[in-house]
Structures are given as structure tokens and as C-alpha cells.
């Protein structure tokens, strides 16, 4: 069933792009969700996974280069097209579309520097890749830092006390990287880039934080066993050690003078993404229950001729169609405007996540107990919401990060240019 | 104080520093092909500029056009960046550089016009600005 569209403006382009998305959405993304959530994290990852099919024919269609520049070969969308596939991808796997997104963070960070070097090791070889064998990963949090990683508003954030998991020292042209990144990695144990978040400074604790890239294969790196966990389970997540990895100087895109507005960016474009995959989130939760109440009889009629059931469903709904508004303007806002109005992201992302999540918790109760089984897809969507709420930053430090934002910016000037 | 001594002197060099550009380089060619028309805002000096295949436009007349993508920023940071002395990252992140328009455009942007920073010091000569900043 195609959803229906209340923007009434959409172009012929728009809705070609959405059907592709819904296309591969339907009849790739979703079963091969379905079926990587029944194994273990080993063997998500292990030759003949149809995680590998999905890599394979996402990176075909071009669909890893949905962010991308146009120039250095990627989509050239618009943000209402970005948000139209994202819905798409949200609706049929919450954990390959972050593990699709994130495949290009490094090259799409590499993108902003315009560094000659850099676009041609990292960025065009991404965007000429078809098979699927360069994923990137964004290597944030560490087994002792979790959403402390992105509390820029906090004291503790620039305090000495703040020793990083993941040290960076300079040895002439070079940068040597020492330490681990956390479990939570997604694409962790399978990615060939990182994206990676390291401390230079301990003594501004991270504050003192910069950026880089670093390829995967290059000695010193190992990586740690996929992580079993209760949603999202076909995201591959794992940990990444480095022992004396050295990069050359450029590979540095951020340090301390600017790394934390750099931060804001990164963050701002992540919770964006993670919005739109949670208004599909939501609308597959609505969509699989009106399905279902039509079907499933009890009192003699189907659930949905039942005043509740109305009720229910109409509730699903109208978290749907918030979802879709929010994640709309603050994807239309944000990615429209460089730097972005970070705040406009964290409520998108927090605000949509805890509908979607609402959504599947209320689609498990309208399923009654065969919403608890595994026979129906209800109890995953359910479990793959959950991680939202944490993922990207847990939705309480968010909250108190945009509140940082507005103390700290408030009254917003209007954009004058 | 900026680096540009007055308005018509800046106008001057951008005025023939783009035109080489969009009619001597693949600026031109690539600038048509991405479909991308810019506005530029500058402070101190004041001016503002809008480009595309065909040419610039300055102040009311750019000013009457409707761009891809919008980009503010003062004099100093233009001839910073046509110097190649810009951490665009950084510029961006401290708001340094502000855009407006599709972020994937804006980015875009940057490795088009590096035709022009290639021609650019032989311009800082012509008119006397320094290159050592």
C-alpha cells in the first residue's frame, strides 16, 4: 500500500525517487531485516549473509550516496527528497538504514574539507564504489564514555578529569592513535573507514577532541566480537582497537580550536537522518496494524470494526503524520543552512523517536499476544525502537543539550541573507 | 580594516576575476552542468555578487535574483579563501562562512571554484593585496 502524501507539491522526480526507495525498501531491505534479525551478531556478518546482498545492491542503486556532493558523484537530492527515502528505508529496517547512512560519513566529511588529497583517497573512490566494499563507520562512543561524548553543555565536558579511551598524539607529519572505541560502533567490526572522534588535548578534556579519518586496514587496527543486543540486531556494531596507528596530518579534519561547533554539525545531520527513519519506524508500525486489525477477528467482527481498535489506529496515525511534519521542517531547515540550528535536530530526533517507539509499544497492544511472538513483525519493530531512544545520544542528554543551545543563543536572529 | 582598499576596487577584480573564470576554465562548463547559480554577501566591504554561466552580477542586480545557494562572509575571508588559506570545516563550524541553500550544493561549491585560486595571486599582484596573511 503506498502511504498516502499530504504535501500536495511533490514533482514528478519526487515521487520517482520515493517509489525507487519504496521499491528497494519492500523488496529488499525489509525481508533481508527479517531474516538477519533471526541470527546471532556472527552471523550477520559471516560470508553468505544476505547482509552482504544488501550492501551489494544498495551501493547498485547508488543509494550510499544520498548525502553525497553531486560533484564528486553522488545524488544531488534535495532535503524533502533525502527525507522521502529516508521514510522509506525507516519503514523497512531501522538498523540498515543507520547502517547505510553511517557507510558514508567519512568520505562525507572528507567532502567538507575540499582537500585535494582527501576527496581523492576517501571521497570519490566512496562514490564510484558499486559492490558495497567501502562502508564507513562513526567512531563516537568509548567503553567508558557514552553520551558524555556529545555534553558539550556540561562542565565536566572540558575538564581534565575527562581522559578519553582514545588518545592521539603528534609525531611530526603524523598522528599516532592509540586506544578503543565502544561496542556501540555501528558497522564497528565490518567497516573499512572510521569516521573517528580521538582526544588531543586531555588536558581540555574533550573539548581538547578532534576528528579524523583513518582506513581500516592499516596495521594496528583489530576489532572486537559483533555485539549481541535486543533491537536492531541487523546493525552490526562492535569495537575497534588502535595500537600505534599512524595517519599523515591531513587526515585530520577537525582539532580543539573548532572541534566542538564541529561536533554540533556532525550531530545535527545525524539526528536528522535518525528522524526520518523514525517517521518509517512509526508507519510501519500503523501500516502492519491496520493490517492486521482488518484481518484478525474476534467478537465476531475484525478488531478494527471494534470503537477501541478506531481509536488505536487513529492514534498511530496522528504520531505518523507529526513525525513526518517534524522531521520534515527540521530536515528542510538544517539541511538548507550551513551551520546548522542545531536544536531544530535534537527536537526532531527526540521528538520522533519517542513517537515511533509509542507507535510499536501501542501496535504490540493492539496485536494482543501474537504481538508478543515471533511469528509477527510487531515485538521487532517494537525491539528496534527501542534502541532510538538511546542511539545518536540518549534522548535525555539531547534534551538537555538543546536546552544548553537556547540558553546559550536565544532569541535566534532571523537567517537575513 | 579589510584587505580590499574600497568597494569599486573589489568589484573591479572579482568583476574580471569571474568572468575569466566562467568564460577561460572549466568553471564555466562545470558551474552550467551543476545547475548551481550563487549569491555572494560580503561585509566590509559591502558587496554583493551573483554568479552563474553567464556571468556576475553585483549589488541590486544580484540582489534581484533568486540563487542555489547563498554564501556570507566578510572581504578578508574571501581573499583568505581564494589564497586556499581557509580550513572550510573550521569556517563553516565557527560560522565563519554561513550558507544557505542545499548543504550538498554548498559543498559542491568548493571544489568548483578552485579554478579561481589558481588565477587569484596573480590578481593580488595586479591590484596590491597581500598574500602572506
Sequence with gaps: ?417 | MSVFKDKEMAKELFGDLWNKMIKETEFGPKLKQSGITILFVVDDPDIVMYVDENGVLFDDEAKAKVPVVTMKMNGDMVHKYWLKKVNIPKALAMRQIKAKGPVNKVLQILPLLKPGQELYPQYCEKFGLPTNI
Design chain 1, 1 to 417: 500500500m503506498e502511504y498516502f502524501d499530504i504535501n500536495m507539491d511533490l514533482t514528478a522526480e519526487d515521487k520517482a525517487i520515493r517509489a525507487a526507495a519504496r521499491e528497494f525498501a519492500s523488496k529488499v531491505m525489509r525481508p533481508i531485516s527479517l531474516e538477519l534479525d533471526r541470527m546471532t551478531a556472527e552471523e550477520v556478518v559471516a560470508d553468505g549473509s544476505p547482509l552482504w546482498e544488501f550492501f551489494r545492491k544498495a551501493y547498485e542503486l547508488d543509494f550510499h550516496t544520498i548525502l553525497m556532493p553531486e560533484f564528486y558523484g553522488g545524488q544531488g537530492l534535495s532535503p524533502l527528497q533525502i527525507h522521502l527515502v529516508y521514510e522509506e528505508f525507516g519503514w523497512a529496517s531501522f538498523g540498515l538504514s543507520v547502517q547505510l547512512a553511517v557507510a558514508c560519513f567519512p568520505a562525507y566529511c572528507a567532502s567538507m574539507t575540499a582537500d585535494d588529497e582527501l576527496v581523492d583517497t576517501f571521497v570519490k573512490p566512496f562514490c564510484e564504489c558499486r559492490d558495497g566494499s567501502i562502508r564507513g563507520c562513526w567512531g563516537i562512543t568509548e567503553p567508558e564514555h557514552g553520551s558524555d561524548v556529545i555534553a558539550v553543555g556540561e562542565d565536566y565536558f572540558s575538564s581534565p578529569d575527562l581522559q578519553g579511551n582514545l588518545q592521539v598524539v603528534q609525531d611530526g607529519e603524523e598522528w599516532v592513535i592509540n586506544g578503543q572505541k565502544s561496542a556501540w560502533v555501528s558497522g564497528g567490526t565490518l567497516a573499512t573507514h572510521a569516521l573517528l572522534h580521538c582526544q588531543m588535548d586531555p588536558s581540555r578534556g574533550f573539548a581538547g577532541n578532534g576528528l579524523c579519518i583513518v582506513p581500516l586496514d592499516m596495521e594496528g587496527v583489530s576489532r572486537g566480537k559483533p555485539l549481541e543486543k535486543i533491537g536492531q540486531r541487523d546493525l552490526n556494531q562492535g569495537e575497534i582497537y588502535f595500537d600505534n596507528v599512524r595517519i599523515p596530518r591531513n587526515w585530520m579534519i577537525a582539532e580543539p580550536d573548532f572541534y566542538v561547533p564541529m561536533l554540533d554539525m556532525i550531530l545535527a545531520s545525524a539526528n536528522l537522518c535518525m528522524a526520518a527513519f523514525s517517521t518509517g519506524l512509526a508507519r510501519a508500525a500503523l501500516e502492519e496494524s491496520l493490517t492486521y486489525t482488518r484481518q484478525r477477528v474476534q467478537g465476531g467482527k475484525p478488531l478494527i470494526k471494534h470503537y477501541v481498535m478506531k481509536q488505536r489506529i487513529f492514534d498511530l496515525f496522528r504520531r505518523v503524520e507529526t513525525c513526518r511534519a517534524v522531521s520534515r521542517a527540521a530536515m528542510n531547515l538544517n539541511f538548507n543552512i550551513s551551520p546548522p540550528h542545531v536544536e531544530y535536530s535534537l527536537w526532531a530526533k527526540t521528538q520522533c523517536t519517542e513517537m515511533a517507539f509509542k507507535n510499536t509499544h501501542e501496535a504490540i497492544q493492539i496485536w494482543g499476544a501474537n504481538g508478543l511472538t515471533k511469528e509477527y513483525i510487531a515485538e521487532k519493530l517494537f525491539r528496534d525502537a527501542r534502541a532510538t531512544l538511546i542511539e545518536d545520544g540518549n534522548n535525555e542528554t539531547l534534551a538537555r543539550h538543546g536546552g544548553h543551545i537556547l540558553g546559550e543563543t536565544y532569541p535566534r536572529r532571523p537567517i537575513d541573507f
